[in-house]
Every structure is written in structure tokens, then in C-alpha cells.
């Protein structure tokens, strides 16, 4: 097996078809892509250090180094989800898990529009005569992370939690 460059592994992590948003990132979504990252790295027989994982990171969005970037960076983004947050829960009653790829503050400051690249697809259908998978997809959610878009049977379309 050919050994990749360490930058080539995290251009593979950060997979060029993934939209992400240009809000300032936070020191924790630094953190759970380094945590993402190390997973990474751990299935393709390679493992790194979790200080290994979080300087390639910061790296990846300029810096110079882990501290460089702690340093500049704030805790926490206001909003309740983040670029780049894992995050479960349940869309068209069918749970997830996967990845926040997007996220836009809609002009209430109460709703946001999410989108999740699922770890695996969804099927979206209310029953298994057939199936319609789907692993990316695009909601509005209130600040509690439920959607205010409703199923004909009264539960919300999305149900978002952080993993």
C-alpha cells in the first residue's frame, strides 16, 4: 500500500463534494473534526494523536498551529449547532447520525437551516414497499433543534440533537 502525505489524508477527510458554511469557526468544531479525523485515520490502519489530529485541523483552516488557532478562535459559536458538529437524531421519524455540513441563522434568529450529511442513508419512505434513501439533506429548525415543519400525523419533519 502506497503511504499518503499527512495532508492528502486530511484533504480526503474534508471531501471536496461537502458545502461548508463560511461562519467563523469555534475551538470545539476544530475539536470534533480532529475527534472525526483520528477515526479517520484509525479505520484506514494509520492511527494519529489526538495533539497530532487537532494541528493537521488547524492547518486545514490556515493556521499555524493548534495553539495559533485556540488562540484566535472562540469557544463557542452562539448558535446551538456548529459547522462541522456531529449531531443525531431523527428525520421523517427515521433516526441518523451523521455530520452538520451547513447551517444558515434565518432572519428570526430562532430558526436555522441545517444541513446533515447522514453517516448512512435514510430511508424516507412510511413504509418498505419500496425505498427512497437519501443521505444528505436540508431542513429549518427552531433553536431546540425541532423542525416547525410537521408530518401529517403531527411529529416534526426533524428532530436534531447533538451526538
Given at each position: ?138 431542513a429549518t429548525v ?22
Amino acid at each position: 500500500m502506497a503511504k499518503r502525505a499527512p495532508m492528502d489524508l486530511v484533504a480526503s477527510y474534508r471531501r471536496p463534494d461537502m458545502s461548508f458554511s463560511l461562519d467563523t469557526p469555534s475551538a470545539q468544531t476544530l475539536k470534533s473534526e480532529a475527534k472525526d479525523l483520528r477515526e479517520e485515520r484509525a479505520k484506514s490502519g494509520q492511527p494519529i494523536t489526538h495533539g497530532a489530529a487537532l494541528e493537521e485541523i488547524a492547518r486545514s483552516h490556515g493556521f499555524r498551529d493548534w495553539n495559533t488557532a485556540r488562540a484566535a478562535l472562540p469557544d463557542r459559536v452562539v448558535a446551538p449547532f456548529q459547522v462541522g458538529m456531529r449531531v443525531k437524531g431523527f428525520y421523517l421519524e427515521q433516526p441518523f447520525r451523521g455530520l452538520l455540513i451547513g447551517l444558515q441563522v434565518l432572519g428570526s434568529m430562532q430558526h436555522y437551516t441545517v444541513t446533515i450529511q447522514f453517516d448512512e442513508p435514510v430511508n424516507v419512505t412510511p413504509t418498505f414497499m419500496f425505498a427512497a434513501h437519501r443521505q444528505r439533506v436540508t431542513a429549518t429548525v427552531d433553536i431546540h433543534g425541532f423542525s416547525p415543519a410537521l408530518r401529517g400525523n403531527g411529529q416534526p419533519q426533524m428532530h436534531l440533537m447533538r451526538a
